[in-house]
């Protein structure tokens, strides 16, 4: 049973962590994997949007820190760093399905993700000051856009767990579900909704809200028309109505 599941139906590529004895947590060959379903779902005109999820009740308990000490990620090409530079890259809208422990790089993965959906029961944290490390995945810069810089601070150095209801209310999710199966179902309809509007301008909204380098008002005024208007261009008129 392989380790990591990749399913592409209807412009949707669902990666599925299937590593469910450990809780799913993320090995080097794992990683290899996630990085190669990204650059391919980039590649992918076809794929619209990008489902990242869990399976056995766990989202994932991080890094597989003893599979990590054996292959050591050392290398501009180590498949962790491989996996971000994919990530980053995304092209298609990307969505995460979070039930149960999402723990180290399953925290700092969300804030990459364009939308985040948890069920009552995910539970969220961030040890890498007790490990010894600090937090990767550019969540010293991500995660305080989204939460506040004390909050991040606070989640950061203390490393405590937190629940799907804090999350939710400090922006790091969209809505919590009641259990696995509302999740599901929740995730399902949301994604469909999203597989169903045009694919350049889903990649071109993301690329827009994503973007950092036009910061005033009138840089993303004028970003914002040269893409407009490069759809426009594609679009075709409604039929007229009488």
């Known amino acids: 049973m392989s380790d990591l ?5 209807d412009g949707l590529r669902t990666i599925t962590l299937n590593r469910p004895a450990k809780r ?3 090995t080097m060959a794992m990683y290899a994997g996630l990085a190669d379903a990204l650059a391919e779902a980039t590649e992918n005109p076809d794929i619209r949007v990008v489902l990242l999820t ?3 009740g766990s989202f ?3 890094n597989d820190l003893k599979d990590m000490a054996a292959n050591p990620p050392t290398g501009d090409d180590a498949p962790p760093l491989r996996f971000l530079a994919a990530l980053h890259a995304l092209r298609p809208v990307l969505v ?3 039930d149960g422990p999402a723990i180290g790089v399953g925290t700092t993965v969300l804030p990459h993700c364009d939308l985040a959906y948890a069920s009552a029961r995910a ?6 000051v007790d490990l010894g490390l600090v937090p990767e995945a550019a969540s010293t810069l991500l995660l305080p856009r989204l939460v506040g810089a004390r909050k991040a601070a606070e989640l950061m150095l203390f490393g405590e767990p937190f629940d799907a209801a804090e999350a939710l209310g400090m922006g790091l999710l969209n809505a919590v579900a009641p259990d696995a199966e509302a999740l599901r179902e929740m995730v399902s309809g949301r994604v469909a909704a999203l597989t169903g509007k045009p694919s350049a301008a889903l990649a071109a909204t993301k690329r ?13 005024l004028e970003l914002d028309r ?4 490069s759809l426009l261009r594609g679009v075709k008129p409604p039929d007229a109505h009488p």
């Open 208 to 220: 827009l809200l994503r973007d950092e380098q036009a910061g005033t008002v009138s840089e993303r």
């Open 123 to 128: 539970v969220f944290r961030l040890p890498f």
């Open 24 to 26: 799913n947590a993320i």
């Open 226 to 229: 040269k893409v407009f208007q």
């Open 60 to 62: 994932t308990a991080g």
């Open 5 to 9: 599941l990749v399913n592409d139906e």
């Open 54 to 56: 869990g399976s056995g």
């Open 96 to 98: 995460a399905e979070v």
